[in-house]
């Protein structure tokens, strides 16, 4: 093999796939930063307290500042490797995501699928935490966390299927171009699967650990559960994991529900705006429900968790299962495969 | 060639060491750790052989589901494996012998596979271009296989209902939470409202 061929073949490819990945990264971990400070900016809100406004105009320098802190104030085994595998998965879950029609780093065929598997694995960055801490409550944190995740993931995963029966595709890509329809928004998925909308954002909450079923991390119970004894970096990795992996489920509400990068209605004005744009815009307002829920809503007992989780959101989302391929399959609205 | 070459002896190695591992560990977590390494390579391994859905799948539902549970369990029990190793030499003819069982029945697979009649067509036949992983095994799994499949999820829901047979131990004592009883509370029956004169208590 020439110099040429393996430039070409693979050095270039290569390149460019890590360009690529840096370039997302870096302005992913930058929104983070904002989002971690619109969630403390609304909950403040909505407490009527100022929120954090001491460093930087609006306190939005108060991430990076937090960032610097947590670096310059730095044991070993499962316990480092945890809070690694929590933020390594969460930015992972990334490389599928089409932020604009073929803007991703990959385009893979079960995309659906890779982030549904990353997200069932988030849970380990929990559980080895809570084990690895040697302490009563993270493990009690860890034991309740396995429980939690793995019943909401269920429903999740019921949700999306719903979601791939109308659109007929594994590929985010096509999911999204199959809401591309003569209704503009309300032809996205939204508003014929809004049960299972509803679902899904409930789900999300609880998948990844936000109030109100934040019993993973009840300070009035746990302390701060499987986190309480890390501290500086491993503990950013814990946060920026948890902060990225609600990006995640934001863009992945957007994708499924919200139309991607698709504009409102395909008209004049709304066109002019460019895609990426779009799905930045629904991400946040999915982001915003999140902080609102956060906000209004008081913690879940953990037996109405695990019944909302089992005996509500199991038994409807696998009887929306055969509705939604009763109604393809008869109705005549089965995608063309 | 180079490339792929390189990461199939990437994951084929991690896991057949992270396999050792399992058996080797000390501690019983360590080695559910290194089972949930193997597994990920294995599905590695898979996507190299552009069996993507297999791959996903396989971590879904063994690495998201099942070695979550084995974790569980292992945590919870605590387990001394330097006990555990202490009549090792004792069991080590019959551990030797089901090992040789393994071994030959896997030969006795990989055999069949090699010399069955239609196998060299089957294999060398160019998976369909037009057609992704999904929708290729969905077609098979749906028209000609589909009787088969629904058994296996019969012995599946057995297998379901014995564990919750099993497991459930009705306690009249036990107070349980009615949600609905919870629910159906009003202001008038769950309140009090009294007024407290200072120095006198209720």
């Known amino acids: ?45 909505v407490q009527m307290r100022r929120g954090p406004n001491v460093v930087g105009p609006f306190g939005l320098l108060q991430s990076f500042a937090d960032l610097l802190k947590f670096v310059l104030k730095a044991n070993k085994g499962v316990f480092l490797l945890a809070p690694l595998v929590t933020c390594t998965l969460a930015l992972g879950a990334w490389a599928v995501i089409p932020v604009n029609a073929g803007w991703m780093i990959a385009d893979i065929n079960v995309g659906v699928l890779y982030i549904f598997a990353i997200s069932s694995l988030m849970v380990y960055g929990i559980i ?104 500086s970096s491993p503990y950013m990795m814990f946060m920026l994991g948890e902060y990225v992996a609600i990006a995640t489920m934001c863009a992945m509400g957007t994708i499924l529900f919200l139309g991607g990068w698709l504009p409102p209605f395909q008209v004049a004005p709304f066109t002019w705006v460019p895609g990426v744009i779009w799905f930045v815009l629904k991400a946040l307002f999915m982001f915003f429900l999140f902080a609102m829920a956060k906000a209004v809503v008081p913690r879940y007992r953990y037996d109405q968790l695990m019944r909302l989780g089992w005996k509500v959101f199991l038994p409807l989302s696998l009887a929306m299962v055969v509705i939604v391929a009763a109604v393809l399959q008869f109705g005549g609205l089965a995608p063309k495969g | ?27 019983p977590v360590h080695s559910v750790l290194y089972l949930i390494l193997a597994f990920v ?73 090699v010399i069955a009649p239609g196998m060299p067509q089957a294999i ?65 029956t769950a309140m009090e409202v009294v007024q407290v004169k200072s120095g006198q208590g209720i």
């Open chain 2, 41 to 113: 390579n294995a599905s590695g391994l898979f996507v190299l052989m552009g069996a993507e859905f297999l791959a996903m799948i396989l971590i879904v539902v063994y690495v998201g589901a099942v070695a979550v549970l084995f974790l569980f369990v292992v945590m919870m029990l605590d387990v001394d494996f330097a006990e555990l190793r202490q009549g090792v030499l004792q069991y080590l003819p019959v551990g030797v012998l089901v090992g040789v069982v393994f071994l030959a029945e896997l030969l006795l697979v990989a055999g069949a596979w």
């Open chain 1, 128 to 231: 080895m935490a809570g084990w690895a801490s040697n302490s009563k409550y993270a493990f009690l944190s860890a034991v309740r966390s396995a429980a939690q995740m793995v019943s909401y993931e269920v429903s999740i995963g019921f949700v999306i299927i719903c979601v791939l029966l109308c659109a007929g595709s594994l590929k985010l890509s096509v999911i999204v171009a199959a809401q591309d329809t003569r209704f503009g928004m309300f032809g996205w998925y939204w508003l014929p699967l809004l049960p299972m909308f509803v679902v899904f954002y409930v789900s999300a909450l609880a998948e990844t650990n936000r109030p109100p079923f934040d019993l993973v991390e009840a300070e009035s119970e746990l302390v701060a559960g499987f986190m309480v004894e890390y501290g």
């Open chain 2, 124 to 188: 060398s036949a160019p998976t369909p271009s037009t057609m992704t992983n999904t929708e290729a095994l969905g077609r098979v799994l749906y028209t000609q296989y589909v009787y088969y499949f629904q058994a296996a999820g019969l012995v599946l829901l057995v297998a379901m209902i014995g564990a919750i047979v099993l497991t459930l131990r009705h306690n009249p004592k036990a107070k349980r939470q009615n949600i609905s009883d919870q629910v159906a509370r009003t202001k008038e």
């Open chain 2, 1 to 27: 060639m180079i490339l792929p070459a390189l990461f199939f002896y990437l994951f084929a190695g991690v896991c057949v060491a992270s396999a050792f591992m399992v058996i080797a560990a000390k501690n």
């Open chain 1, 1 to 45: 093999m020439t110099f040429a061929e393996l430039w070409t073949g693979y050095l270039w490819p290569l390149i460019v796939i890590v360009a690529e990945s840096l370039l997302l990264l870096v302005l992913l971990l930058v929104s983070i930063a904002y989002v971690l400070l619109a969630d403390r900016k609304i909950w403040a809100a």
